[in-house]
């Protein structure tokens, strides 16, 4: 079965066709990062015009790839959440083609894309799990079941953790989206003479809070300023190793909690280095597994939702005809899959 996935809740537009039988994957990602720097932060205006640029195109692009259009047998786009605009262009484009090519239509929400994206590779972690999904803007512990069933176990009160990686990183002249570059620069120093508080570790829950890790950079970078490279690079290194603490020590928890033995970790901030190698050896040193997804599958793509399509489809679930995005969507309101 071949699914068709778009992809438009922010700022990449990601297209691909995923054969749920070879387990073939062919892909279009277009970042409109550059178009945002400027800015500081996505401009949702700019990022739905500039999805109405690239959409159609990439799809014409990939399906004239795959050859026999024909052998498309459904279509899956982002139903939410994220920017109203931006997923209207993918679900009208969506919509257009499936009643052009009369092919069914499958809404897909975006955390569950990032959350099944490990399991596209050819060995993964069975169900049940715990899933870390740590994007720009959600942060959530989630105990997975099954596929569409899902219980939040915690969440951040505020900023989402990737939020918080690209304000810091702002503080620190970095541009936009600054979390992979502050990463990069906190790779620079082996240790730090600052430290940042491991927010809600020291009482029970796996809720989360970064804002006022933010705010405790914001304090330092004045008291520092001018700042050289070098404490730029320790500021960073700290940023980090305070957040990836905060991460791990509530991973853990979920373990202990669930008593599960394997660890998901998705979203953006999955492709962080210090997480992917603090999670790993935290699941090690207590018999459980820690899985990531490729790295190009951390970050938006349009891959992940041909893959939560492609199962949706495979279990039998089929949308209403009737569309409508949805901005804030709770992962826990989706219907599970009969298997
Ligand atoms: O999942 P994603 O591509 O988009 C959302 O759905 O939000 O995540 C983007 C976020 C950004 O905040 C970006 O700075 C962060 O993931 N990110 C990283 C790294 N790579 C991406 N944060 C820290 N370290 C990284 N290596
Ligand atoms: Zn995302």
């Known amino acids: 079965m071949k699914v068709l996935g778009i992809e438009t809740s922010c700022d990449e537009t990601g297209i691909a066709v995923y054969d749920s039988v070879s387990g073939e994957l062919s892909q279009r990602l277009y970042s409109q990062v550059e178009k945002h720097r400027e800015y500081g932060g996505v401009v949702p205006e700019i990022a739905s015009r500039d999805h109405v640029a690239r959409a159609a195109p990439l799809v014409t692009d990939i399906l004239q790839e795959i050859g026999a259009i024909g052998d498309i047998d459904a279509i899956a ?30 809404g897909v929400h975006h955390m569950e894309g990032h959350l099944l994206a490990p399991l596209m590779a050819t060995e993964k972690p069975d169900f049940p799990f715990v899933a870390l999904l740590v994007s720009g803007g959600h942060t959530l512990l989630v105990d997975a079941r099954a596929i569409g069933d899902y219980r939040i176990l915690g969440e951040t009160l505020d900023d989402a953790v990737g939020e918080a990686f690209d304000k810091t990183a702002k503080l620190l002249g970095l541009p936009y989206p600054g979390g992979p570059q502050l990463a990069a620069l906190a790779d620079q120093v082996a240790s730090s003479r600052f430290d940042f508080p491991r927010p809600m570790t020291n009482r029970p829950g796996l809720e989360f809070s970064f804002s006022g890790l933010k705010t405790a950079a914001l304090v330092l970078v004045q008291n520092e300023t001018p700042l050289d490279d070098s404490t730029r690079s320790e500021i960073a290194y700290a940023f980090q ?19 599960y033995a394997d660890l998901v970790i998705a979203g953006g901030v999955g492709a962080n280095r210090l997480l992917r190698a603090e999670l790993k050896r935290a699941c090690e040193a207590r018999g459980a597994r820690a899985w990531f997804p490729a790295l190009e599958y951390c970050t938006d793509n349009g891959a992940m939702i041909a893959y939560a399509g492609a199962q949706r489809l495979a279990a039998g679930q089929v949308d209403e005809a009737v569309h409508d995005v949805l901005p804030r969507w709770s992962l826990e309101s989706l219907p599970a899959l009969q298997g």
């Open 241 to 259: 190793r305070a957040v990836v603490d905060t991460l791990r020590i509530k991973c853990e928890r979920a373990l202990e909690a669930t008593g």
């Open 77 to 106: 786009y982002t139903r939410g959440p994220g920017l109203i605009g931006a997923l209207m262009v993918g679900a009208n484009l969506a919509r257009g083609l499936a009643w052009a090519m009369q092919r069914p239509l499958l």
